[in-house]
């Protein structure tokens, strides 16, 4: 393999393009593997190939500083920079991360796994080397699914009137995660069409030199480019035409669903199954949206480019039609266009990632909270996990919950989810968040007939004494175990309680449980400080109860394994019940 | 006074021209009365009032809807729909807010008070009309300053492709709270410069319709336009040329400093007196960064388009020169920005309000802690207030310190904040912010010479027994006072600790405490949930130690006065003595 040889960018200086050619396909071949073994992006990732490649064959990292935008299109830059083992060698794949990682290498200058980043950070270095007086230059690689974010777009702003050196290579595969929405991309297919003579230009009225490749994925083009715009003193986009998926048939034709993949795909392309229509919290979010629709209710499903991650498939938007919003990587704008469209007298129901969530804190309070719009706001994937330290879903408890005027309920099965939604969709007074239980399907096997309009009224499953155990969301099925265990153990009748309510305090229960309760037990998933728990321990701070508080540390976890983080945590009903021990 | 014969928008549609025009002088003159009288925006509201009746001659509000960006330039509206005696009747100008606020009329869609909004919003609006089969006229009204906030730029990237009636009223006064930055309005004056007609056109770029107005104060040019676009079937920018501070020549002249004035203004123009240079934590910073600046250090100082709320004074920023950045109403670039900084060697020290830090959440997380980045990030006006219910300074706290990695400062005086200052300018291990003390500088009389880079250390500052109490940051001075109240009512000999530490537990001091007191008093100036007090209830939680949480209740005040919110919080030493005494 020529990429034997290739120990570092430095490596490739020596090679012909026909080597370089054959490189990209080894690259290719790297790329299926790792994806094929332990999953990962593939489609962004293939189409990079050449154009990572011909970056530093021009440039000079770590000199020149490369930054990639969110990651999804930087293994071929990991096996140019000494990291081969990460796609070839099936024992070591797990030894680097899917995503920017300095740990691994000095040729990844940040960490990172959020989109729409690159811009803003390579300005910033850009400056600092400017104040500094030094002389190299600085790169941003972003996707134009990225460019839609409200921080690439600032960084746009900022960047173009940097007044030196400052590139940014535009990796157009006509792809988001799903199809791009908006105004932005439909000059980028203009520019596009007429390969880059469009006089009306989106870069260019930003004030950007521009440069437009149509054969990104051709090394000679691409190497021309580069060595055009390198040492630049302009601040210059070029603007690359890549093929999402190239070389992969069935990630060049289905380039939405082959942007991530699971381990098995190649095997599993080749012997497709039927695909899954089981039960799950997406289905019932899609098929509880769709029965709105068939009753031709102003209902507006919403996502900000992760359609897929809700259950939103390709098959459900299409039923929806003007029912459903993509807006594009801009979480900000989706907070805001909810709250607009609940003034205006629709329903939307918007779907977020816990991870992404952060990325829209001034809209919630400000835009919905504080107006109280009656917007339905699913989070999914919020728990305590095995992620990559850019994807922890952990932090959306203390984010959302401590924003006033906001409801934000945890439902621990299937049938709470479905009142909780047809609460927070028919009400009229509050932003109603849903953290949207993680994991398999849970049945309680009756139909929950709560009123959840009466506020902060938590669910007394069990009233024992001596100790109580909330659990709430997730880790209500936690509390189970752990009430259990107090009785195999202690010989303890714990009272179990499921909050249901995360944004405040049943007062009138909890102050019931002072009577004939000296412990009390809180399990969360997500990180304890400014969670559920800490209220609860404030809450009892004055009394002689003694409270428990069990949740993750406050900490940027990276693919520590679940069993790892709930020992560290203490999250297991044998530790628990210890700690509870302990106290008594 | 015309005036008085318009009890709503219709009353506008019998007027001539002729009357108009009067009317605009008319406003102004309510404009300048109460600025003179209570303080608020003069600058951008003096200069959109004939736009503003032009917009509901031709529009017809509340049917067709308006939104208001940041609501800097509301006042007209506001005189134009039936709430003069804000702006007229001197004993009753408190009784309407300086902001959009529904609660006051029909006329106003939402509560508004951060930027960048009105598309996002609007955009909402329209597609719920859209959905409901409704017909109206949507109309965002937003300011050129606001344009560059990443809300408003995704905003346009989805209001482009709405495929319906839109109209985005930009209100191009030429500047910002300061001057504008970047990119977008270089192209804004090249549209200026060519009355609209330059080829490359940023909004047309998105994918708009658009029309140009050069002369943005003059009605007859205004309603001609807006005819022209009211009811179009696509999304249109009505680009308007206005003179910001219109009518008043100090606020023409000088544009920034009459963005916003403090009462009684028109009085001190005419008699200026030498501008203050008295010590403050502004004064404090300023000077710091000045003398690295002259130690030819790459220190670069950063503002997101608020420099005056900093003390970054015209003045400061010549000196400053390429070392100033002010990356325009761009929160989340402007993290990022000072992360890429960082990592490239140099030193920023980013300058952010407390009601703004809440606009990038996932910044702080994302490119900066997670990399720890080191970076100083200084947070002013953190604290409990009589502000506007969208100017609140009570949430950083919980949003900032619940953060892996970031370390975050409480400085109770000038010398404890001078040594902060110069540990997170001069570390190069973790992202720092400081809680820059609100209100009158305090000075302990001697330099503070704790090494803070030995993280979450606590000062004990006199030790006592039975009763702790921590008073963080703004709120030492009341801890100081409940410890003599203590001393005086009950005769106890309290300790007093000043944590210093936002984001850490001193696991020993607490420990320690635990030996001879029974009660601990937390005191902090923001909202309890999720904030300091409630880590210390946890942590305290299996012990028998007693933990009373003093704060700000998680709601949206508005304007309520700080006595008020005082008595309601239990902020004063006798009452939280009371409270002390009564679990003793």
Redesign the interface.
Known sequence: MILDKIASPNDLKGLTVDEMEMLADEIRQGILNRVDKIGGHLGPDLGIAEATIALHYVFNSPKD?I?FDVSHQIYPHKMLTNRKQGFFDNERLLEITGYSC?NESEHD??????TS?SI?????????????KENYNVIALIGDGSL????A?????????LNSNFIIILNDNEMSIAQN???????LAELRKTEGKR????F?????DYLYVEKGNDINSLIEAFKKVKDTLKPTVVHIHTLKGKGYAPAESNKERYHWQLPNFIENDKNPSQSCICESYEKITTDFILDKKSKNE?V?AITAATPGAHGFSVEFRDKLK??Y?D??I?E??AI???????????K?VLALLSS?V??????I???L???NSPATVLIFWGAISAAD??HLGV?DI??I?????VVYLAPTNKEEYIAMLNYAYNQNEHSVFIRVPFGPLKSAGYEDKTDYSILNKYEMVSRGQKVAILGLGNFFELAKDVQDELKNKLNIEATLINPKFITGLDDELLQNLKKDHDVIVTLEDG?????F???I??Y?????M????FGAK???TDRDSLDELYQRYHLTKELIVE?IK??L
Not at 109 to 114: D, P, Q, R, W, Y
Not at 124 to 132: E, P, Q, V
Not at 199 to 202: H, I, L, R, V
């Open positions: 500083k930054v300095p200058l940040f960490t990172i796994g959020h980043t803003s950070l390579a300005t910033g270095l850009a400056k600092a080397r400017d104040l500094k839609s974010g409200g921080e777009l600032e960084g746009l702003n900022n960047a173009s009137v929405q908006g105004g932005i991309y439909k000059n006089e009306n230009n989106f260019k009225t930003m004030g950007f102003p507006a003007e029912n919003t807006v594009a801009a900000e704008h805001a266009y909810a709250s607009g469209l609940a003034k205006g007298g629709a939307p992404f952060q990325r829209t804190y001034d809209q309070s400000q835009d909270a504080l107006n330290c850019t932090f203390p984010l919950s401590n924003i006033p005027n990180i304890l400080d400014g969670g728990g800490q209220k321990a404030s009892y701070g004055s009394s002689d003694k409270v428990l508080n406050k900490e940027f700690d302990e106290i």
